[in-house]
């Protein structure tokens, strides 16, 4: 031993994992009794309406409710609906079914009502399962200080299981899209020189963990041991990229979302090779992490490899962006002086990163 440990600070956000094969049915009702909840909210996407409909009619008493989530409705929508369903009902918990849209709902609903939250995800990149609650729209306290200052302990609470089982249903392009999308959170805790030791750890054995599960998720569409790796695998790609303040690379993929004008969970994965190509050279031993979990010897081809097999989209254009889509990003791109001063890359650069993932070049050197 030459030297003791680096300093580092590791924040930790009291969540509760439950981790199982069938644990939506043999879980659920122990974690809500735990909770000590009798007026039971099921929050439910309408692709989960059948699981829903099992789960409220499996739990004892008449204090059950079920409520669909209607992807018509805005978020703020959903969540206001969410609210007052509760309120009238005088829900004590939460229970939410479905995709991280669903989630994060039922979650900013369960903090508006102060109760828990029991969350049941269906899919794998939502970082929300297990983030801290996002409470930037607690109510202001009244002037006379007679308001509280922040929404109580009890709504923080959340409990999250996770069963594979739930998981077999996801066509195979949302299988994809999804994982690698949650194995791009751990890159960008890989990336991020401010992750504390134990994140980086995790986010390493995420991607490996997803890297090994997701093929075979894909190749066996309703096996359970693909989908149950990449589902472990994504709980800690999640929980790494919650405990970490955003780094460079996440904030330039963000900053390339905004400018595709496009949804988050198609872009990042497309994006992604483009960018640790371009940001890479000034990270090499986060490039070298990425690689060893993907058990390859180059991160940026192991990263397009593996989106290659599971069949996931390798261009802007796959998902619908045409060319005016492209020269409104690049500008936009030119523009953002920001995020490219921020990871130390020129803007043109950061514009020829979007425009080689547009045509999904084999070439990812801008």
């Known amino acids: 031993m030459s030297e003791v440990v680096a300093g580092f600070t590791h924040d930790v956000y009291a ?3 439950v981790f199982a094969v069938d ?3 043999t879980s659920l ?3 809500i009794e735990r909770l000590g909840a009798k007026a039971v909210l099921v929050l439910a996407s309408a692709s989960q309406k059948a699981v829903a ?3 409220t009619a499996a739990m004892p008493g008449d204090r059950v409710q079920p409520l669909a989530f209607t992807r018509s409705r805005s978020a703020a929508g959903q969540i206001s ?3 007052e369903v509760a309120a009238r009902e005088q829900a004590d918990c939460l229970v939410a079914v479905g995709s991280g849209a669903v989630i994060h709902a039922a979650g900013q609903a369960a903090l508006r009502a102060e109760v828990p ?3 049941l995800p269906t899919s794998y990149a939502g970082a929300e399962f297990v983030s801290p609650p996002d409470t930037s729209d607690t109510p202001t306290p009244p002037p006379d200080g007679t308001g509280p200052a922040a929404y109580p302990s009890a709504a923080a609470s959340r409990v999250v299981i996770y069963d594979p089982t739930l998981t077999v249903g996801l066509p195979d392009h949302v299988t994809a899209r999804s994982a690698m999308r949650a194995l791009a959170h751990g890159v960008d805790v890989l990336c991020t020189p401010d992750a504390s030791p134990v994140a980086a750890m995790m986010a390493e054995e995420g991607i490996r963990r997803i890297a090994d599960g997701m093929p075979d998720a894909i190749l066996h569409p309703h096996g359970l041991v693909g989908r149950s790796l990449t589902q472990y695998g994504a709980y800690l790609t999640a929980s790494s990229l919650a405990v970490t303040p955003p780094g460079p690379h996440r904030t330039l993929c963000e900053a390339v979302e905004r400018a595709c004008g496009m949804r988050p969970a198609d ?3 497309v994006v992604l090779p483009h960018l640790l190509a371009a940001t890479g050279p000034k990270r090499p031993l986060a490039l070298a992490r990425v690689a060893e979990a993907l058990g390859c010897n180059d991160a940026v081809q192991g990263v397009t490899d593996l ?7 390798q261009s802007l254009r796959e998902l619908g962006m045409g060319p005016d889509g492209l020269d409104a990003a690049l500008e936009a791109l030119r523009r953002d002086e920001t995020a490219a001063q921020g990871a130390e890359l020129e803007p043109d650069v950061l514009a020829a990163v979007v425009e080689n993932a547009y045509h999904g070049r084999t070439t990812l050197r801008p």
């Not at 989106?307 to 989209?313: K, L, R, Y």
């Open 23 to 25: 644990a939506h049915r």
């Open 29 to 31: 009702q122990p974690e």
């Open 81 to 83: 609906r969410a609210y």
């Open 53 to 55: 409909g099992a789960l």
């Open 117 to 119: 939250l029991v969350a």
């Open 307 to 313: 989106a290659h097999e599971v069949g996931a989209a």
């Open 15 to 17: 969540v509760r994992v």
């Open 267 to 269: 872009v990042r994965p």
